[in-house]
T-cell receptor, first 116, second 111 residues
């Protein structure tokens, strides 16, 4: 029972390089989320997808793009990486019910990304 | 804009003590309040989710309370153990199940 799987677990990039972080969930959840976690701070929402075929910006979307490939997969792309994007990235999923949001989110183990 | 604050930032206690972690939020129009545990280098594990219509939730030695009107939640850990050492995060759950996190409380339980 894998839950939420993120790949890769670690990555080092040079400034200006591009990269896609992958996330897949096997719980048949309809909503998926990308967060970043920086030292001394809580997680901040980058983008989310309430259902297959929809995506919306979160608190810190600049410099990122996302794709909800299907119900299971939600990818995060850095088109031109910058040192400020050095962070730990977490993907999460949950079952989102219309007019209610009472289901807990399940998180992956994170991708540790360093940009030199 | 919702802001979530956790106090204290770090806490060190001897094994066996009961302890309370505090979480406050600025906008009371939340759907739920969720508490997580994060071990070093790991992802987040959901501990308790309190729905807005509830005042508390319990799981084993953990008890979380929610007071929406005052914008506060507490996580009570009874009879702490070294295995409880971790970072504890609270998150206000907004429409669309979007989470706004506090910075966390780093807990160390000494044996």
């Amino acid at each position: 029972n894998a839950g939420v799987t993120q790949t890769p677990k670690f990555q080092v990039l040079k400034t200006g390089q591009s990269m896609t972080l992958q996330c897949a969930q096997d719980m048949n959840h309809n909503s998926m989320y990308w967060y970043r976690q920086d030292p001394g701070m809580g997680l901040r929402l980058i983008y989310y997808s309430a259902s297959e075929g929809t995506t919306d910006k979160g608190e810190v979307p600049n410099g990122y793009n996302v794709s909800r490939l299907n119900k299971r997969e939600f990818s995060l792309r850095l088109e031109s990486a910058a040192p400020s994007q050095t962070s730990v990235y977490f993907c999460a999923s949950s079952e989102l019910r219309q007019f209610r949001s009472n289901q807990p989110q399940h998180f992956g183990d994170g991708t540790r990304l360093s940009i030199l | 804009k919702q802001e979530v604050t956790q106090i204290p930032a770090a806490l060190s206690v001897p094994e066996g003590e009961n302890l309370v972690l505090n979480c406050s939020f600025t906008d009371s129009a939340i759907y739920n309040l969720q508490w997580f545990r994060q071990d070093p280098g790991k992802g987040l594990t959901s501990l308790l989710l309190i729905q807005s219509s509830q005042r508390e939730q319990t799981s084993g030695r953990l008890n979380a309370s929610l007071d929406k009107s005052s914008g506060r939640s507490t996580l009570y850990i009874a009879a702490s153990q070294p295995g409880d050492s971790a970072t504890y995060l609270c998150a206000a759950v907004e429409y669309g199940n979007k989470l706004v996190f506090g910075a966390g409380t780093i807990l160390r339980v000494k044996s």
